[in-house]
C-alpha cells in the first residue's frame, strides 16, 4: 500500500541516534556583527518538551568551546541581528545542529535570575543598537525546570514551598487555561552545585503536585 502516493516516491530517512547529551547555545548577535553567548546549557527533554535545563552543562571545556563557537558561526552565517538558540546533540563526540530558534528560548529563561543580562534584555539591546550585556552568570550554577498544564490536573498547585525557598524563583506566565503539555510557567534554582540545583528544582516540581 502505497498510501496513495505515484511511484517512484523520494523518500528522506532518519536513524535513531543515541545521544551523548543534548545541549543549546543562546547566542546574541548586534547588527555590526558583535557577538555574545552565555554558558553552555544542558537539556533534557520528555515527550518532545523541554522539562529539564542545567547550566553549566556537565561537558568537557573542549566540547563547550565547541558549542559556543559553532553557535556564534551559525548567527554570523545567517546575518542574524538578535537573541538566538542553536540546539546541538553531541553523539559519539561529535557534535550536530538540531535545532535554530530564531528568538529568545525556552532553555535560556534562566538568565533571568543566573545572570548579569538576561536574553529579553539581550534582544532589546541587540536590535536597538545601544550594546550587548554583560552575559555573566551571578551563580555558580543554576537549574531551570517547565511548568506545565499538567500540574493543574488536581486544582490550582501549591506553590508554598517554592516561594519559601529563597534559591528558587518561581515565574507564571499568567495564562488563564491551564492544559496537559502547555508551558505556563518555569522553576529557576540557584546553587553552589549544578546536580543539587537540578536536583532541588525537579524535587519543589514534584511536591506541588497533588
Not at 561537558?59 to 558561526?73: H, Y
Not at 534559591?167 to 488563564?176: E, M, P, Q, V
Request: charge should be negative; proline fraction near 4%; charged fraction near 20%.
Amino acid at each position: 500500500n502505497n498510501g496513495g502516493l505515484s511511484l517512484p516516491v523520494e523518500l528522506l530517512a532518519f536513524g535513531v541516534l543515541e545521544l551523548d547529551t543534548e545541549l543549546s547555545v543562546i547566542v546574541a548577535r548586534t547588527v555590526d556583527g558583535r557577538t555574545e553567548t552565555w554558558a553552555v546549557a544542558e537539556n533534557r527533554h520528555v515527550d518532545g518538551v523541554l522539562d529539564l535545563t542545567v547550566v553549566p552543562a556537565a561537558v568537557d571545556a573542549r566540547t563547550t568551546d565547541r558549542a559556543t563557537g559553532l553557535a556564534m558561526a551559525v548567527a554570523d552565517a545567517l546575518g542574524y541581528v538578535g537573541v538566538m538558540a542553536v540546539e546541538l546533540f553531541v553523539v559519539d563526540g561529535e557534535m550536530l545542529v538540531n535545532e535554530i530558534a530564531p528568538r529568545p528560548h525556552n532553555s535560556g529563561h534562566w538568565t533571568l535570575d543566573g545572570s548579569v543580562t538576561s536574553q529579553f534584555e539581550q534582544q532589546i539591546r541587540a536590535i536597538c543598537g545601544v550594546g550587548l550585556g554583560d552575559t555573566s552568570m551571578t551563580t555558580p550554577a543554576v537549574a531551570m525546570v517547565n511548568l506545565l498544564g499538567d500540574l493543574w490536573n488536581g486544582g490550582s498547585p501549591d506553590w508554598t514551598a517554592m516561594l519559601e525557598d529563597p534559591r528558587a524563583k518561581l515565574h507564571l506566565y499568567g495564562k488563564s487555561e491551564p492544559r496537559p503539555g502547555r508551558k505556563m510557567g518555569h522553576l529557576t534554582v540557584l546553587s553552589e552545585v549544578a546536580t543539587e540545583a537540578a536536583a532541588r528544582a525537579l524535587a519543589l516540581r514534584a511536591g506541588v503536585v497533588q
